[in-house]
């Protein structure tokens, strides 16, 4: 459970600030991801990092501004986001990309206002 | 486009009961499956995974079942406990140059009573 750590574990914005959400792994693995987390939809695919590299970008919006400064560190950048863009954003890693079994930390819940 | 699916989206069972949850595929080239388990307040935890070149994998108390020929992927919870209770996704990934993309279902809420 440990393994993979994200902060804040809750956040409120307005559609007019600028926040970042933080992940951290801890189990040397070479491959991070962004998800997120909608009610009653499944588990989206926003980026996927493969040592520090973006390999994938699945057509997010521009508000949404990924970093990975290291293979253990990821961070997701927020502005002028949307009442819609509420939801639980999930980081995961794995210890490759094409190694496929893809740890996931407890989650930020965003709320929009 | 392709997807995974569930049939059901909930499932009450009692304790002790044994739990299957079931999932659908539509994807023909998926060599790879995974459960996780979510809890409240939780980010999803790995549970067990199976390749498509083998039909069943057992772990502690569960236990993975792959069709490939229906395209079906089930798991059962021997002994359910309470502590099994969660949101349950089955998530799968066409291998290739798919980078580690996972596909996933949208869940079984599985609710254990006393």
Redesign the interface.
Known sequence: ETGVTQTPRHLVMGMTNKKSLKCEQHLGHNAMYWYKQSAKKPLELMFVYSLEERVENNSVPSRFSPECPNSSHLFLHLHTLQPEDSALYLCASSLSVTQETQYFGPGTRLLVL | GES?GLHLPTLSVQEGDNSIINCAYSNSASD?F?W?KQES??????II?IRSNMDKRQGQRVTVLLNKTVKHLSLQIAATQPGDSAVY?C?E?AGGTS?????????TILTVHP
């Open positions: 995974v790879y995974i996780y307040g939780k980010g999803p935890q790995f995974d996704f998530a990934n980078y580690g993309k996972l596909t996933f279902g949208q869940g």
